[in-house]
């Protein structure tokens, strides 16, 4: 069936440094791809979406281009903010339903 | 804008008790979702929603009900409460079912904690 893996459950960086967070899937169709994040006590909020190859949405310094030959859709930041810390989900559509990675935590420090 | 509101915040409740959450959303929208979420284990659906009177049920429904009497609420019901079911469940609603792009808008969440 279809899913979606987030390899790191972790991330711990220091403020300034790029930011990569991995999202890998596997689906039967050619599926909208998202990127939701949810900060401390806050509702997940969508950050990215895109459907189509190697094309490269961005959105509050985020960017993440979706490539259907390696089925990725990494979310990248070239320099990471303390207000980035949060918990970041890869999510694909699949079959009138949304598929979640198991999620990353993002950790900033100064 | 819309929001979405999510009631209680914290639901406290002893094993084997039925115990209900209420999500209620002013976007006017048709698909509903009640997701929960562990830490870890990303965020699992146990019902959804297309319309009003509409029940879908998702991965994790057992030991679930959910109700959709009018379009702009949504409830769901644990039918006897465990202590292996603390987690924080979270509303959604989106104006599909997701497979075309459409973008979920989340309540905060109801954290269920059962002593």
């Known amino acids: 069936g279809d899913s979606v893996t987030q390899t790191e459950g972790l991330v711990t960086l220091t403020e300034g440094l790029p930011v990569m967070l991995n999202c890998t899937y596997q689906?039967?169709?050619?599926?909208?791809l998202f990127w939701y994040v949810q900060h401390l006590n806050e509702a997940p909020k969508l950050l990215l979406k895109?459907?189509?190859d190697n094309k490269r949405p961005e959105h509050q310094g985020f960017h993440a281009t979706l490539h259907k030959s390696s089925s990725s859709f990494h979310l990248q930041k070239s320099s990471a903010q303390l207000s980035d810390s949060a918990l970041y989900y890869c999510?694909?559509?699949?079959?009138?339903?949304?598929?979640w990675g198991s999620g990353t935590k993002l950790i900033i420090k100064p | 804008g819309g929001i979405i509101t999510q009631t209680p915040k914290f639901l406290i409740g002893q094993e084997g008790q039925k115990l209900t959450l209420k999500c209620q959303q002013n976007?006017?929208?048709?698909?509903m979702y009640w997701y929960r979420q562990d830490s870890g284990k990303g965020l699992r659906l146990i019902y959804y929603?297309?319309?009003?009177?509409?029940?879908q049920k998702g991965d994790l429904s057992e030991g679930y009900d959910a109700s959709r009497e009018k379009k702009s609420s949504f409830s769901l019901t644990v039918t006897s409460a465990q202590k292996n079911e603390m987690a924080v469940f979270l509303c959604?609603?989106?104006?599909?079912?997701?497979?075309?792009?459409?973008?979920?808008?989340f309540g905060e969440g109801s954290r269920l904690i059962v002593v």
């Open positions: 929603s297309i319309t009003e009177n509409d029940l």
């Open positions: 976007f006017n929208h048709d698909t």
């Open positions: 895109s459907f189509t």
């Open positions: 999510a694909l559509s699949s079959n009138y339903q949304l598929i």
């Open positions: 959604a609603s989106s104006t599909d079912r997701g497979n075309s792009g459409n973008t979920l808008y």
């Open positions: 689906s039967t169709y050619s599926p909208f």
